[in-house]
């Protein structure tokens, strides 16, 4: 289990001023489950995905994977960018095999673990393409390709589809739900995209800026609904689903939400 | 819809092969200048054998290209000034390849130092800014006093003018390494090693090679004041001792050698940087 105590972040702005970028945030991520944070630009989502990551340490609070204190990036912990940052002088599969050779496993085992991983990502056939020869989405998938190489025990996030297009979109998250649920990782998501939240998240999380803090909690299954039954059509026409996005989105406005936090269980 | 699909079907006949096209590059990468560049070359010669034919200038300031070319072959026969001409090139190529060597050596290894490392940078940096707006001229008589006048003092000279460009630009490019890229790589759990070899140095490298080339050519236009100290060999030997006796057809030569061997380092560098970074401008 992955659990952020109390985390604050300061940051000293340009102007000396100091910016509370995150308040207190708690949060826990079990086993199966893919917690998403949710929230308008600026509310300390990446800031807390860092310091989950280790690129960044905490002004105040903790945070601990499977008890073990986290402080510096590790492969335990595997990170997909919302920037591409593949390798542009190594091909797809040296790539994919990146983690795998910093951990010192010979090339041919690195390269059918890559294959193997392509082929979870649906990209079977590029292993010797170079970067730039790829679309966004297709490096994106590389990128998720990569994260997984190491097995790691989560997954970390941050708007890794924010900048495809939304049938591009919509086909990654499937892909990520697939992968989700034949590798059961644990899953922390970051997104600016309600729908995205909802349909992905078991946990949902939103937050709000200045300082940024989490100021509510819902639990969902719109996701293992949609690993059973695969009907993405009868999620978002489900009316919990249109509820919960008109609800989520008038908290998501509200200029200074109040730190109202609540629990919702569906079903 | 039938005539579009028709219409589209072009591509299908195997005799008539599809339009192949790429994305329009920035700036010029990739573009042939080779006919444009011979071209140019071809009217500066016409241009430099109408003005000595219509003697336009006075041939002691600018010979004919037919008393160079004369000139030329005069020396590749006989030598000049008691050695071949091979000795004279072969006597500056030593010279400048071993101090590209040692100052690449030097130069990369530390120049990444300084990218990275606090030490490093604060203890090399005052000396080296210090000292690199220097014109070699400008200490070349220290080299003489400290360093005799052997090969010693004009290897140094040389790899003294030609260490600035290559440390600083492997410097820069370390700067230039994105912090996406690091923290990635420590995400998959790169050791401090692991992330020098597989993500720094390539990253590095390109800005390195273009260093490396901007040495080499500082190096060359070095080459002249490092064979003033008391040289019996080399082409800026020649150049100078010509010179002397306002032999201005072999300046030429001399000129013209040294122009030919500087092109055909370049020309290698380019060729070296297609191969080991050709992702270059791609990400
Ligand atoms: N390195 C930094 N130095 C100073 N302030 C920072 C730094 N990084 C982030 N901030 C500030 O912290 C706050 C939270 O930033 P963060 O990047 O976590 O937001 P975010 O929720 O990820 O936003 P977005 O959705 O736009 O990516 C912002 O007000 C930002 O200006
Ligand atoms: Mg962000």
Known sequence: ????????????????????????????????????????????????????????????????????????PGADRGVVFQKDTLLPWSSVADNVALGLRFAGIPA???????????????????????????????????????????????????????????????????????????????????????????????????????????????????????????????????????????????????????????????? | MTDLARSGSRASDPADRPKIVRLHPFGLDGARTGPISLATALLLLAAWFLVTHYRLVPPLFLPTPQEVATQFLAVLEDGYAGATLWEHVSASLFRIFSAAVIAASLGIPLGLAMGLNRWAKGVFDTPIEFYWPLPPLAYLPLMIIWLGIGEVSKIVLLTLAMFAPVCLSAQAGVRSLPIERVNAALSLGASRWQLFRTIVLPSALPEILTGLRIGIGVGWSTLVAAELIAATRGIGFMIMSASHFLATDVVFVGIGIIAVFAFAFSYGMRLLEAWLVPWKGKS
């Open chain 1, 108 to 267: 041919r085992e690195r390269r059918e673990r890559a294959e193997e991983l392509l082929g979870l990502v649906g990209l079977e056939g590029f292993a010797d393409a170079f970067p730039h020869e790829l679309s966004g989405g297709m490096r994106q998938r590389v990128g998720i390709a990569r994260a997984l190489a190491t097995d790691p025990k989560i997954l970390l996030m941050d708007e890794p589809f924010g900048a495809l297009d939304s049938l591009t979109r919509e086909q990654m998250q499937e892909l990520l739900i697939d992968v989700w649920a034949r590798t059961g990782k644990r899953i922390f998501f970051i997104t600016h995209s309600i729908e995205e939240a909802l349909f992905l998240g078991t946990n949902v999380v939103v937050m709000s800026p200045r300082p940024g803090r989490i100021v509510a909690r819902f639990d969902l299954d719109f996701v293992r609904r949609f690993a059973a039954e695969r009907d993405v059509r009868a999620i978002l026409s489900a009316p919990e689903f249109a509820d919960l996005y008109d609800e989520i989105r008038s908290l998501v406005h509200r200029p200074h939400a109040e730190a109202d936090v609540r629990r919702m269980v569906l079903q």
């Open chain 1, 1 to 72: 289990m992955l659990q952020v105590r109390n985390a604050s972040v300061f940051f000293s702005a340009r102007d000396g001023r100091v910016v509370h970028a995150l308040d207190r945030a708690s949060l826990d991520i079990d086993a199966n489950s893919i917690v998403v944070a949710l929230g308008a630009s600026g509310c300390g989502k990446s800031t807390l995905l860092n310091a989950i990551a280790g690129f960044l340490p905490l002004s105040e609070g903790s945070i601990t994977l499977d008890g073990q204190p986290v402080a510096s």
